[in-house]
Every structure is written in C-alpha cells, then in structure tokens.
Antibody, heavy 120, light 110 residues
Framework: QVQLVQSGAEVKKPGASVKVSCKASGYTFTVYYMHWVRQAPGQGLEWMGR????????NYAQKFQGRVTMTRDTSISTAYMELSSLRSDDTAVYYC?????????????WGQGTLVTVSS | QSVLTQPPSVSGTPGQRVTISCSGSNSNIGSNYVCWYQQLPGTAPKLLIY???KRPSGVPDRFSGSKSGTSASLAISGLRSEDEADYYC???????????FGGGTKLTVL
C-alpha cells in the first residue's frame, strides 16, 4: 500500500532554514508528482508547490518563490522540501502528498505531517 | 484570502442534508476538475470527491459532488455525528500554475 512517511518535528529560530523529508513506498516513486501543502495552526490548507520526481522539475507557488526548494532522491524514493529565511508565520504542519486534483484519478495520499515551529 | 471561496461554517442535524459551496473563476473551477477533502482534527486531509463528482472507493455514497460553471458544491446526506469536520475544495489554477484551496468550511452536527 502507498505510504508517505515524513521526518519528525522541528524547532527553528527566525532566519534559519528547515528541510523536511518524505519517504515514499508502495508505488513507483517517479510516476506521480509530489506536492507540498502546509497548514498553519487553526488555518486552512496552503499549496506550496510540487516536484516531478522523474525529471526533478518544479512548480512553486508565487508566495514561496525564492524561499522554497523541492528536491528528490530517486535512489531512496524520498522527496525533500527546504524552506529558508523562516519567520514566525511559517509555523505550520507541512504535508507531502500525492493529490488527485490534477490527475483524473483517485490517487491521493498524504504523509502524516511534520510540525515546524519557528520561535526565538 | 483564498482563491476559492467557501462559507466558513455550516450546520445540520442528524439525518439532514447539507451542502457546501465553493466559488472560483474560469482559470480554476471553470476549466479544471474539483476535489473535496474532509479533515478531522489532528489528521491529514482525506479525499472525498475527485474529478468534481466521483467518489474514491470506501467513501460512502452519502457524499456527492457537482460542478457548474465556476462553482462547485459538496452535498452530504443522512448527516451523522462523525461527519463533523473541516471540508476543503481544491482545483488546479491555470493562471497561477498551481493548486488552489478553498478556505475551508467547518461542519457542525447539532
């Protein structure tokens, strides 16, 4: 079965960077785009961007352009999301996900989420 | 401010039918599929509807989706207490070249 397992919670100081990993299993890693979505406490879902695990090509939401970098290591079926110049309002749960929004199928799986806390 | 507009909250009594609306534009709902998600507290979103009106296997037929023009809606019939959750619509936006979400709707079962 498809599983996306993310790295553990992080606490960072303002201005620092954080790198979250997402290990995929149960499917061919290079077939589906990997998306990253975040959710601030008590707030809604916010799409950050996606990576094509096959080519490494990325699409980032304009809001995060210049601050986010999405990469992947196909040898270990793992995707990464690095966010730099962290601010307090970056405190959120970060999810990696295969989302059904774009493809006309029901492939939709989410990681367990990684809480990133930005605090001085 | 979310690109897709949902009501912040809706409520209903057990057994009732409720609908949640999602309003967008030509660049998102008007030209692409809509998905609906249910999110229970402390958990990742769960797909309820894809391609605007299809249910993944395992999702009860009490949940249904529809789309017309630049709007979409999620209907929940035979409301149950376990349906109390946050619901989000989502679509691809051609202008933004990205996924856009609604702000979410909190469903309360009275």
């Amino acid at each position: 079965q498809v599983q996306l397992v993310q790295s553990g919670a992080e606490v960072k100081k303002p201005g620092a960077s954080v790198k979250v990993s997402c290990k995929a299993s149960g499917y061919t890693f290079t077939v589906y785009y990997m998306h990253w979505v975040r959710q601030a406490p008590g707030q809604g879902l916010e799409w950050m961007g996606r990576i094509n695990p096959n080519s490494g090509g990325t699409n980032y939401a304009q809001k995060f352009q210049g601050r986010v970098t999405m990469t992947r290591d196909t040898s270990i079926s793992t995707a990464y999301m690095e966010l730099s110049s962290l601010r307090s309002d970056d405190t959120a749960v970060y999810y990696c996900a295969l989302v059904a929004v774009v493809a006309a199928n029901e492939v939709d799986y989410w990681g367990q989420g990684t809480l990133v806390t930005v605090s001085s | 401010q979310s690109v897709l507009t949902q009501p912040p909250s809706v409520s209903g009594t057990p057994g009732q039918r409720v609908t949640i609306s999602c309003s967008g534009s030509n660049s998102n709902i008007g030209s692409n599929y809509v998905c609906w998600y249910q999110q229970l507290p402390g958990t990742a979103p769960k797909l309820l509807i894809y391609t605007s009106n299809k249910r993944p296997s395992g999702v009860p037929d009490r949940f249904s989706g529809s789309k017309s023009g630049t709007s979409a809606s999620l209907a929940i019939s035979g409301l149950r207490s376990e349906d109390e959750a946050d619901y989000y619509c989502a679509a691809w936006d051609d202008s933004l070249s990205g996924v856009v979400f609604g702000g979410g709707t909190k469903l309360t079962v009275l």
